[in-house]
């Protein structure tokens, strides 16, 4: 809301709940800005990469010769004396002979004097530069370039002189002004655009369009400024010259020759241009990545460990085969490369044996996947469901919502345990009943609390209760749930202790209390009776009597008679008549289509469904059509005998009629 009143931007009440999400979004614009901009110095920076090193050294062939930040014409070396200093000697003179023609009010004069086969370009009778035939192109053309230089020098040297007078100022000046006025104008605009865009994108945040208008906005207003920045400085000779110097400087400093690698000059700027393309190269392939994992890998229905491994496995080899390219594109010589990576292995032997353990468990772990994402792990005393399985570590998240870095060797290393792993989940809760207590009472009444409906709580393999232990307060029971999701544990937990409470209050079952005894056994019988008749009988102790109150029914493990009706009802298996081999099979059913079934109408495990299979064909309940097999998760045929009983009614009465 501070941010809206400082920019005076006003919103009725029913937009106000759309400022989280809108805020959300302009951190993603923020983000997506950032890297388009990085993008876009990439790209500028990645030039250098197909262009040659700038290496400046004393052997240049040819040198500017500057004049108010403008460069006239180039010249080279003569005899002993190199091309910078004579671009330099060339300069000062210039500059004398132009502050001379100030005082005097005329603008200096070039001319070409010939004597002896030499030509000599003289300034207000002064002598400037001798032209050698290493500054002409070829000798049939030494008398254009000599004009041509002539021209340029005179061209210059007007224009410097033009613009050191008080006219020229006081029309630059009015020029600066009119633009400024332009560039405020031109500001205001777009800050008039971006707010209604903003205003737009707040009452409407899900228009991914409005981001880039934006972005496109704030862009627009960066290279308005940069304009007249640039402007202003190109109509003053002084700033133009502080300019040139300036990227003089820069260029010099980035383009200068550091090392020798090979037969390559390496420079800053091949050295950030490389840098700068691998950031760019990592920015593309992660963002291709995230689309491959979002858009096509859903798409083969594979489980999402394998995604996360073939996300990985390309992620990481397009980096390594990108990271070539480029540098060999740089004009890095690998052979040249053979004492640097010779260092670094050493480098990593002694300082970096740590995050190169890391990173080969982190393969072991996506090759191996002995973990998966979405798995409820725990390493040591951290537990939670991992995240993300990176090269070098391993996020996992915690019931407090928080995220866990943890080194991918303690996967390795260490001992893990895996909730997920074995497909099914103990929950244990903990009953204590006074001494005195009917045992086979509490078993009944704890088991029938564990059997009330509950949607995560698996009906096979059924609950279970236990006599654990003589505890010094009372008898302790173990109540025992089984679940296919460990995250249900809190949730069921609940459950069960709300339904033991319940049922322990129903059948009056008393849970014992803390409490302290005093034995007088050793004192005087007549002082020991005389304190007893003292206590009142409320606090005297009392031997737990068994309620006359019948105990609850407790229901049977597998009630064969209501699953199999229900198998054979309108949402049980799919039975009908089928083939095989030319032979027609009538009302049988998959072997594996049965295990579906109990195992979601009958919350039971793999394991358990199968092995209630084989007691229904124990029990003469379903049988395979051939007896030849017993149950098996597999399409193999199996009927029930009550449809084979009713088959054959059929086919006997329809052979009686005919």
């Known amino acids: 809301m501070e941010y809206l009143k400082k920019r005076n931007i006003n919103l009725p009440p029913s937009s106000l709940f759309l400022l989280p999400s809108s805020f959300r979004y302009v951190s993603k614009l923020q983000k997506y800005g950032f890297r388009l901009i990085l993008a876009l110095c990439i790209c500028l920076l990645s030039i250098f990469l197909f262009s040659p090193v700038l290496a400046e050294d004393a052997t240049i062939e040819k040198a500017p010769v500057v004049l108010d930040g403008r460069e006239l014409l180039e010249i080279g070396p003569l005899e002993k004396v190199t091309a910078q200093e004579r671009a330099a000697l060339m300069t000062s003179t210039l500059k004398s002979a132009l502050a001379e023609s100030i005082q005097r009010g005329t603008p200096p004069q070039i001319k070409v004097i010939r004597s002896n086969q030499e030509v000599v370009l003289n300034i207000d009778s002064r002598p400037l530069v001798q032209v050698t035939e290493a500054d002409v192109l070829n000798s049939m053309y030494s008398e254009i ?21 008080p006219a020229y100022t006081r029309w630059a000046v009015k020029k600066l002004i009119i633009a400024f006025l332009i560039t405020l104008l031109l500001q205001g605009g777009l800050v008039l655009l971006f707010r209604y865009i903003q205003r737009q ?102 489980e999402r460990s394998h995604q996360d491994t073939i996300a990985f496995f390309v992620q990481y080899g397009l980096l390594s085969i990108g990271a070539v390219l480029i540098l060999n594109a740089g004009g890095v010589d690998f052979q040249s490369l053979a004492i640097l990576l010779g260092a670094l292995g050493v480098g990593i032997g002694f300082g970096l044996q740590n995050i190169v353990k890391d990173f080969i468990c982190g393969l072991i772990l996506i090759v191996a996947r002995p973990i998966k994402v979405g798995e409820l792990v725990q390493v040591g005393e951290f537990q939670g469901l991992v995240q993300r399985i990176g090269a070098r570590t391993t996020d996992i998240s915690n019931i407090e919502r928080y995220i866990i870095t943890i080194p991918n060797s303690r996967f390795i290393e260490g001992e893990v345990l895996n909730w997920n792993r074995s497909g099914i989940t103990r929950v244990k809760t903990y009953v204590k009943v006074p001494y005195g207590t009917d045992i086979d009472f509490v078993y009944k009444v704890l088991l029938a609390s564990a059997q009330v409906e509950h949607p995560d709580i698996l009906r096979h393999p059924p609950p279970k209760v236990k006599f654990r232990e003589y505890a010094e307060d009372g008898l302790q029971f173990r109540v025992v749930a089984f679940i296919r999701d460990p995250l249900k544990q809190p949730k069921v937990r609940t459950h069960l202790y709300n339904q033991i409470e319940r049922y322990l209050r129903k059948y009056g079952v008393e ?66 008549d089928r083939k095989f081999q030319f032979k027609k099979f009538k009302n049988v059913f998959f072997g594996s289509d049965a295990v579906e079934w109990l195992m979601i109408h009958e919350r039971a495990t793999r394991e358990e469904a199968i092995l209630m299979g084989q007691l229904m ?38 052979m009686k009629e005919h």
Request: charged content about 20%.
């Open 617 to 654: 064909l124990e029990q003469g309940i379903i049988h395979h059509v051939l007896d030849e097999h017993n149950f098996k998760d597999e399409p193999l045929f199996y009927r029930f005998y009550d449809d084979e009983i009713e088959s054959n009614l059929s086919t006997n009465s329809q």
């Open 511 to 576: 849970v014992p209390r803390p409490q302290q005894d005093l034995h007088l056994t050793d004192l005087d019988p007549e002082i020991y009776a005389w304190v007893r008749s003292q206590t009142p009988v409320e606090y005297r102790l009392q031997t737990q009597e068994t309620p006359l109150i019948e105990p609850p029914a407790i229901k049977e493990e597998y009630d064969w008679e209501a699953i199999a009706t229900a198998m054979r009802g309108a949402n049980g298996v799919s039975i009908k």
């Open 201 to 302: 994108k707040l009452q409407n945040p899900h228009r991914r369009w409005n981001s880039l208008q934006l972005l496109g906005l704030l862009l627009l207003q960066v290279g308005v400024w940069a304009t007249f920045i640039k402007y202003g400085i190109q109509l003053f000779p002084i700033t133009r010259a502080w300019f040139y110097e300036a990227f003089k400087l820069l260029d010099s400093t980035f383009n200068s020759r550091m090392f020798q690698l090979g037969e390559e000059s390496i420079s800053l700027t091949r050295i950030l241009a490389i840098a700068l393309t691998i950031v760019a190269l990592w920015v593309g392939v992660s963002w291709f990545v995230s689309i491959l994992k979002s858009r096509f890998l859903p798409l083969t229905e594979a």
């Open 145 to 165: 370039q000599v004009q041509m230089w002539q021209e340029k020098l005179q061209q210059g040297l007007n224009q410097s002189w033009r613009e050191r007078t």
